[in-house]
């Protein structure tokens, strides 16, 4: 199971940092990552992380204002957002699996979902 928290309300340009708890699983043994959903459009990567915390990989548009992190003793991931933008308006989801997180292959584990709003 993941549970995802830390979404909320924030101006253009602030930050928020996500959370993602993992349990029921062996945590370091997947890989981690975040999607996102906006209203009226698909599900998109936005950020993934490998077992041990390297490599790390971003959407183009977010590359360079978010950071990804996990902390394996705690089974929890973490998506660090600054600068942000209007268009980052969607709901978060985090992800697992054995093997990667990308566009077009689905994770083994779908977390619930936290709403970043972001106004202008």
């Known amino acids: 199971q993941l549970q995802a928290s830390g979404g909320g309300l924030v101006q253009a340009g602030g930050s928020l940092r996500l959370s993602c708890a993992a349990s029921?699983?062996?945590?370091?043994?997947?890989?981690m990552g975040w999607f996102r959903q906006a209203p009226g459009k698909e599900r998109e990567f936005v950020a993934a992380?490998?077992?041990?915390?390297?490599?790390?990989v971003y959407a183009d548009s977010v590359k360079g204002r978010f950071t990804v992190s996990r902390d394996n003793a705690k089974n929890t991931v973490y998506l660090q957002m600054n600068s942000l933008k209007p268009e980052d308006t969607a709901v978060y989801y985090c992800a697992a699996d054995t093997i990667t997180i990308r566009n077009g292959v689905t994770p083994n584990h779908w977390g619930s979902g936290t709403l970043v709003t972001v106004s202008s």
């Open positions: 029921g699983l062996t945590f370091s043994s997947y890989v």
């Open positions: 992380i490998w077992w041990s915390g390297s490599p790390t």
